[in-house]
Structures are given as structure tokens and as C-alpha cells.
């Protein structure tokens, strides 16, 4: 495949101004689907569920099976919708989707259209140096998810060159909310940095109402990223790109920053940009084609015959707008006071997309400054190294756990370390692992002054040195105590019992 040429970031702002929309998909984490009784997957008691174990008859699509709607699903959906500052429609109605694909096995999906439950809209979305961009909603709406196909042979996974595929109907039926953006302009340089920042913010939002565990990795919140470009003074429109599911904060940036930079060298060269979707490759940080982006019409959409219109009553709305948590703008705000973090400090937090685990960690006993420096330092460090995100490796209850057997003296941070190892690798709880390991700090003196002694024995002009001052000298002591007591002495109470013996 040839490689596109594209433009310098900046020097595309100058002749071109872009503007975006996003459809970011929710799973939502019911216990059961949207239209039958299979267990959800996206809930997280059945993830990881062997393929086509968690089906019904209305997921595959089979004669005579009939939707019948989540309620719990419906409730999520509207306080999402209230969440988004969207009006609840009085009456909404599910439509037919029409398109065939191995992964519907009904050839149609139930979604809504132009009846969607939640419209009008608008989310205050904070950017790293505490500017406030507000993105318009245009709607919210209710449908199922498609099944997911595995293509087997050729050496990138998709479609193309693929000997055969196989498909696993578990995610098909899964309850969704597409949110659907607005066109968003004033964008302009901080575009990649509004695209993040967005999708970030709607992923606290459903986290915060409980709804979705919106892990990007794991396909709970996806990103449709809509890029196009007009030239400066052009009031319309260009063409856009779709680029479909982007799985990280990070790659939705980079995928926006890319489609910008590939698309204003096409048009500067007189080309023309066609409207289709895009595939984002994390590896080279570039899109490639995928298919013509199709317009409503080729769907065929009408109105499913065999669910009833959606009609909530204005008690439960104002229910649940009054059971509604407070914003994430606002919430941050309050975090920072409350842990006393500097902007420099809080900011990492956030940036590093670790609020919810330093919260939690916090609520499960550990002071703000050691949840923060288990999450961004020794956490994301080996979740880095890993590919992984930090919350797939340990629990923020676990986390506290460990930092309590640092306060009370149980552990060094080093040995801490050794403890978050075990954790990370399944070995179980803390304090089992400090069991089995035997990795406590030895706290008992006599245990301590022996290995001191014997390190004394071999370094014996040490004494006089720390008699006449040399304090410093205590320093090889200390190391040889600690080597002999493999890391499990505390340092501070072997340089206390160095100086005591030394008179000093």
C-alpha cells in the first residue's frame, strides 16, 4: 500500500480549517442485551466469555424470535441523555438499519433514527491548561450491537487476503448509546487536543453515572472520528473521513492530527478528498481506506414493527436527572482541592487518564499522594512497558492495601515493589503475597544488630571513622545490612543502631 503524503501540521492550519464530529458507542453494562435474555457481555461478570456462548434466539436473528426491550437499559440511556444537557424525547421509537454482514444475522440492525431518544445537547469538555470547550450534541440514541468477526490468515487481520472468518454472535444484541456530535468548529490548532479531551470526558460521564465500564480496550466506548477541511474564508463545508473505532485516548489524537495533515496535502495539490471511512494502524500512527461512507437512504430505515414506541414518563426523567453525579469539569475541580494536588501534579492525573483508579485508591483508605505516585509512576511504568492500561493490572482497592503495609512498617517502598510484582502476576492479595514471599521488614533489633555487627567485623576502621566525625562512613555498613537482610530491613533504624554502636 502506498504510503500518503501529508502536510506539516502547522503549515495545514494556515491554508485549511478543520472541523470535526465524533460518534463515540457506549456499551452499556446491563446484565442482560438490548432485545433478549443473553447475558451481556459488557458487563463485566462475563467478560472473557468463550465465543457464541451468550446467545439467544433474537441475537441470532432465527424465525419467529421476538425483541423485547431492556428497561434498565432504557433508564441508562435517558440518564445519559440528561448527563449530555440533551432534552428526553416525550416518545421515541426503534427503526430497522438495513445492511448485510456476516455479524447480523438478522441482515438488519435495530437502532433509532429519526426518533432517537435524547437531542440537543452540549458537554463542557476541559483541556490541559483548564480551557473550557464547549462541544454541541446533536443526539443520543439506542441500538444493539453487531456480532464480532475474526479474519483468519493474511498478515493484517482484516478482510482483505484473509482465508476464512469466523464470527461470534456473544456481542451481538449488546445495549449501545451512539452520541452524536455537532459539527465543532474554532478547533483549529488544539483539534487533536479537543478530540481527546472530548472523548475522555464522555468516558467519565458514563463511568460516573455507572452505566459502562468504558474501557476503550475492551470495546465499552468506541470512537468514530470525522475529520474535514475547508480552506480559510470557505463557508462550506469539505468532505469528511470517518475514521472508525479508535481504541485509545492517545490514538483518537493522533488519528485526528493524521487525517488533518493527510488530507490538507491532497486538497493543496488539487485533489479532492472522498468521503469514506478510515482504518486507524496504531503501529505506524496511520489511516487507510475502508469503504464509501454511506448516507442514510442506502439503509432503508422504517420503523421496527415489532417494538412499541419508547415513552417515559416525566416523573422518572426528573428521577433520574435528580439522581444525576456532578459534572466531570466540576468534580475535577473539587478533587484538587480536596487532595491539595499543585496543577502541575493534578494535571499528570488527569493527562495519564487515571482519575477514577486515584479516587478510588483514595476512598479505599490511601492518602492522594501515594495513590498518585502508585498510578503515574510504578503503574503506568509497567502498563507502558506492557501495552496495557493501568487498571487491567491491579485494583485501586489492592493499591491501598499495599500502601498500608508501607505506612504501618510492614514493607519498604522497595519491597513494596516486589509485592506490586506479585500482584500484577495473580499471586493474590497483599498481604498473601508478603506471606508466602516472605518479604515483611525485619523490625526485631537483635535480628538487625547481629547483621551489623558481622558487617563490622569485616569493615572494622568504620567505627573510628564515625567516632571522628565521618559519618558518611556508616553508609557501606548500611549496605552490607541491607544485602544480608535481602532488602527486608528498614534503613532508618539500621543507620539508628550503626550510630548507637559507634557512641555517636
Same mark, same amino acid.
Given at each position: 500500500?502506498?504510503?500518503?503524503k501529508?502536510?506539516?501540521?502547522?503549515?495545514?492550519?494556515?491554508?485549511?480549517?478543520?472541523?470535526?464530529g465524533?460518534?463515540?458507542?457506549?456499551?452499556?453494562?446491563?446484565?442482560?442485551?438490548?432485545f433478549?435474555a443473553a447475558?451481556?457481555?459488557?458487563?463485566?461478570?462475563?467478560?472473557?466469555?468463550a465465543?457464541?456462548?451468550?446467545?439467544?434466539p433474537?441475537?441470532?436473528g432465527?424465525?419467529g424470535?421476538l425483541?423485547?426491550?431492556?428497561?434498565?437499559a432504557i433508564r441508562?440511556s435517558i440518564s445519559?441523555?440528561?448527563a449530555?444537557?440533551?432534552?428526553?424525547a416525550?416518545s421515541?421509537?426503534?427503526?430497522?438499519k438495513?445492511?448485510?454482514?456476516?455479524?447480523?444475522g438478522?441482515?438488519?440492525?435495530?437502532?433509532q433514527?429519526?426518533?432517537?431518544?435524547?437531542?440537543?445537547?452540549?458537554?463542557?469538555?476541559?483541556?490541559?491548561?483548564?480551557?473550557?470547550?464547549?462541544?454541541?450534541i446533536?443526539r443520543?440514541?439506542?441500538?444493539?450491537?453487531?456480532?464480532?468477526?475474526?479474519?483468519?490468515?493474511?498478515?493484517?487481520?482484516?478482510?482483505?487476503?484473509?482465508e476464512?472468518?469466523?464470527?461470534?454472535y456473544?456481542r451481538a444484541?449488546?445495549?449501545?448509546v451512539e452520541?452524536?456530535t455537532k459539527?465543532?468548529?474554532?478547533a483549529?490548532?488544539r483539534?487533536?487536543e479537543?478530540?481527546?479531551?472530548?472523548?475522555?470526558t464522555?468516558r467519565?460521564?458514563v463511568r460516573a453515572?455507572?452505566?459502562?465500564?468504558?474501557?476503550m480496550?475492551?470495546?465499552?466506548?468506541?470512537?468514530?472520528?470525522?475529520v474535514?477541511?475547508?480552506?480559510?474564508?470557505?463557508a462550506?463545508?469539505?468532505?469528511r473521513?470517518?475514521?472508525?473505532?479508535?481504541?485509545?485516548m492517545r490514538?483518537?489524537?493522533?488519528?485526528?492530527?493524521?487525517?488533518?495533515?493527510?488530507?490538507?496535502?491532497?486538497l493543496?495539490?488539487g485533489?479532492?478528498?472522498?468521503?469514506e471511512?478510515?482504518h486507524?494502524?496504531?503501529?505506524?500512527?496511520?489511516?487507510?481506506p475502508?469503504?464509501?461512507?454511506s448516507?442514510?437512504?442506502?439503509?432503508?430505515?422504517f420503523?421496527?414493527?415489532?417494538?412499541?414506541?419508547v415513552?417515559?414518563?416525566?416523573?422518572?426523567?426528573?428521577?433520574?436527572r435528580?439522581a444525576l453525579?456532578?459534572?466531570?469539569?466540576?468534580?475535577r475541580?473539587?478533587l484538587?482541592?480536596?487532595w491539595?494536588?499543585?496543577?502541575?501534579?493534578? #494535571?499528570?492525573? *488527569?493527562? @495519564?487518564?487515571? !482519575?477514577v483508579e =486515584?479516587?478510588?485508591t483514595? $476512598?479505599?483508605? +490511601?492518602?492522594?499522594?501515594?495513590?498518585?505516585k502508585?498510578?503515574?509512576g510504578?503503574?503506568?511504568?509497567?502498563?507502558n512497558?506492557?501495552?496495557k492500561e493501568?487498571a487491567?493490572?491491579?485494583?485501586?482497592?489492592?493499591?491501598?492495601?499495599l500502601?498500608?503495609?508501607?505506612?504501618?512498617?510492614?514493607?519498604?517502598?522497595k519491597?513494596a515493589?516486589?509485592?506490586?510484582?506479585?500482584?500484577i502476576?495473580?499471586?493474590g492479595t497483599? #498481604?498473601?503475597? *508478603?506471606? @508466602?514471599?516472605? !518479604?515483611?521488614? =525485619?523490625?526485631?533489633?537483635? $535480628?538487625?544488630? +547481629?547483621?551489623?555487627?558481622e558487617?563490622?567485623?569485616?569493615q572494622?576502621?568504620?567505627l573510628?571513622?564515625?567516632?571522628?566525625?565521618?559519618?558518611?562512613?556508616?553508609g557501606?555498613v548500611?549496605?552490607?545490612?541491607?544485602?544480608?537482610?535481602r532488602?527486608?530491613a528498614d534503613?532508618?533504624?539500621?543507620?539508628?543502631?550503626v550510630?548507637?554502636?559507634?557512641?555517636?
Amino acid at each position: 500500500m502506498a504510503k500518503d503524503k501529508i502536510m506539516d501540521f502547522d503549515e495545514a492550519l494556515e491554508l485549511f480549517e478543520p472541523v470535526l464530529g465524533f460518534e463515540v458507542h457506549v456499551e452499556l453494562n446491563t446484565k442482560t442485551k438490548m432485545f433478549s435474555a443473553a447475558a451481556n457481555p459488557a458487563h463485566d461478570d462475563n467478560h472473557g466469555a468463550a465465543p457464541n456462548t451468550l446467545i439467544a434466539p433474537v441475537d441470532l436473528g432465527l424465525p419467529g424470535s421476538l425483541p423485547v426491550v431492556n428497561e434498565t437499559a432504557i433508564r441508562s440511556s435517558i440518564s445519559l441523555g440528561l448527563a449530555l444537557g440533551c432534552s428526553i424525547a416525550p416518545s421515541s421509537r426503534f427503526a430497522r438499519k438495513n445492511y448485510f454482514y456476516p455479524d447480523l444475522g438478522k441482515n438488519y440492525q435495530i437502532s433509532q433514527y429519526d426518533e432517537p431518544i435524547a437531542f440537543e445537547g452540549r458537554v463542557e469538555v476541559e483541556l490541559e491548561d483548564g480551557t473550557i470547550v464547549e462541544v454541541p450534541i446533536e443526539r443520543a440514541h439506542m441500538e444493539e450491537d453487531a456480532g464480532k468477526l475474526t479474519h483468519v490468515g493474511g498478515s493484517t487481520g482484516r478482510i482483505q487476503g484473509a482465508e476464512y472468518s469466523l464470527v461470534d454472535y456473544n456481542r451481538a444484541g449488546v445495549p449501545l448509546v451512539e452520541i452524536v456530535t455537532k459539527p465543532i468548529y474554532g478547533a483549529e490548532h488544539r483539534a487533536p487536543e479537543v478530540a481527546k479531551a472530548y472523548v475522555s470526558t464522555i468516558r467519565d460521564i458514563v463511568r460516573a453515572l455507572g452505566i459502562s465500564e468504558a474501557r476503550m480496550e475492551r470495546g465499552n466506548l468506541r470512537c468514530d472520528a470525522n475529520v474535514s477541511l475547508r480552506p480559510r474564508g470557505q463557508a462550506a463545508l469539505g468532505t469528511r473521513t470517518e475514521t472508525k473505532n479508535v481504541n485509545s485516548m492517545r490514538s483518537v489524537e493522533r488519528a485526528v492530527r493524521y487525517e488533518i495533515q493527510r488530507q490538507a496535502a491532497i486538497l493543496a495539490a488539487g485533489g479532492t478528498i472522498t468521503q469514506e471511512t478510515r482504518h486507524w494502524h496504531e503501529d505506524t500512527g496511520t489511516t487507510s481506506p475502508g469503504r464509501p461512507k454511506s448516507d442514510a437512504d442506502d439503509y432503508r430505515y422504517f420503523p421496527e414493527p415489532d417494538l412499541l414506541p419508547v415513552v417515559p414518563s416525566a416523573e422518572l426523567v426528573e428521577q433520574l436527572r435528580a439522581a444525576l453525579p456532578e459534572p466531570p469539569a466540576a468534580r475535577r475541580r473539587r478533587l484538587k482541592a480536596d487532595w491539595g494536588f499543585s496543577d502541575i501534579d493534578f #494535571q499528570g492525573v *488527569v493527562n @495519564a487518564g487515571l !482519575l477514577v483508579e =486515584v479516587e478510588e485508591t483514595v $476512598a479505599a483508605g +490511601a492518602t492522594p499522594a501515594a495513590a498518585r505516585k502508585w498510578w503515574t509512576g510504578e503503574l503506568a511504568r509497567i502498563a507502558n512497558a506492557e501495552g496495557k492500561e493501568p487498571a487491567e493490572l491491579v485494583s485501586p482497592r489492592d493499591v491501598a492495601e499495599l500502601q498500608k503495609l508501607v505506612d504501618a512498617g510492614t514493607l519498604t517502598d522497595k519491597l513494596a515493589r516486589q509485592v506490586l510484582e506479585g500482584m500484577i502476576a495473580g499471586e493474590g492479595t497483599p #498481604q498473601e503475597i *508478603v506471606d @508466602a514471599r516472605g !518479604l515483611a521488614v =525485619v523490625s526485631d533489633d537483635g $535480628a538487625l544488630i +547481629a547483621a551489623i555487627d558481622e558487617a563490622l567485623a569485616s569493615q572494622p576502621d568504620v567505627l573510628e571513622k564515625i567516632r571522628d566525625g565521618k559519618v558518611q562512613a556508616a553508609g557501606a555498613v548500611i549496605g552490607a545490612v541491607m544485602k544480608a537482610m535481602r532488602g527486608q530491613a528498614d534503613a532508618a533504624r539500621v543507620r539508628e543502631l550503626v550510630l548507637e554502636r559507634a557512641g555517636h
